[in-house]
């Protein structure tokens, strides 16, 4: 039997693909002026219309409408994520954004960024249609959120691990849902 087939006439390599790049100076320039007005902030529009039963529709920009519904046993017709899945969505896609703007920032190169989420959600109130009664406000929505990260790179896993860490701490997303914020709603006009 030859051996030729097991004996590589070539050194063997590996071959690493990253993800594609964010532009660093375009990230170091907005990062500057972040500095340069610590108290700038940007508004995000969304015009959302209700389609029926629990289906609805939400505008963003020039985008395709976000489609949201409700699963059978909560009356919608499971066409689309519910709206507690639309939020954590929401939180991990701002998660893969901050470690991959953190991750360029400390000149780290990443293959891969996978978020996993669970959010453990109550609505005893039945949306205030009758349910229970006695709820307030903090007693429904998210009781408790679960977010594991799989991330790889060129860096050690302890790097990895705070580029995560800094990018949780730093989420608009995250901190919109750890902290109160000021919140008004009223009929249109």
């Known amino acids: 039997m030859s ?12 071959v690493h693909t990253h993800l594609r790049p964010i532009d660093r100076d375009g990230l170091m320039a907005f990062a ?12 995000n529009k969304v015009h959302t219309v209700m389609e029926g039963q629990y289906r609805s529709l939400s505008y963003v920009g020039n985008h395709a409408p976000v489609v949201v519904d409700e699963p059978l046993h909560l009356f919608g017709q499971d066409t689309a994520p519910a709206p507690g899945e639309i939020v954590l969505s929401g939180l991990g896609g701002c998660l893969v954004v901050g470690i991959t703007a953190v991750a360029t920032w400390k000149q780290v190169k990443l293959s891969k960024i996978e978020v996993f989420m669970e959010g453990d959600i109550g609505n005893p109130a039945a949306w205030g ?8 406000p903090p007693e429904m929505g ?3 959120i679960r977010v594991k990260v799989l991330v790889e790179g060129d860096a050690p ?6 580029i995560v860490q800094h990018a949780n701490f730093y989420s608009p997303v995250a901190n919109s849902m750890r902290n109160p914020i000021p919140f008004e709603i009223s009929l249109a006009d």
């Open 142 to 144: 998210f009781q408790a």
């Open 157 to 162: 896993r302890e790097v990895l691990d705070e």
């Open 32 to 43: 500057d002026k972040g500095r340069n007005n610590p108290a700038s902030r940007g508004t």
């Open 3 to 14: 051996t030729d087939l097991l004996e590589p006439s070539a050194p063997v390599t590996t």
């Open 129 to 136: 249609a009758g349910g229970a009664l006695q709820k307030t």
